[in-house]
């Protein structure tokens, strides 16, 4: 049974766009839109995911990727955020 997982990321300066990417979607940098940015500058996108684990990073105006600051989880060389799904 797929859960849908609520991805949500503030940049530390201004953005335009902002996108999820991770082990989910072939880490493809435009992998999946995030909405935003609301009122409080922030970014979200929900995803329907299979039970199991994943890593993901956030993609800022396509240059710059990020670990999510709200997940102390971490994995591999570029300390990826991790994620899993029950």
């Not at 990417?21 to 995911?49: C, H, K, V, Y």
């Not at 299979?50 to 800022?60: H, K, L, S, T, W």
């Amino acid at each position: 049974m797929r859960r849908r997982v609520q991805f949500k990321y503030k940049p530390k300066t201004e953005a335009t766009n902002v996108y999820v990417a991770g082990s989910f979607n072939g880490w493809r940098p435009t992998g999946q839109a995030m909405e935003g940015p609301d009122a409080g500058g922030a970014f979200s996108a929900s995803i329907d995911l299979a039970p199991g684990n994943y890593e993901y990073r956030f993609v800022v105006d396509g240059t710059t990727w990020h670990s999510d600051p709200g997940n102390p989880v971490h994995a591999g060389m570029f300390a990826n955020s991790v994620l899993k799904v029950e």
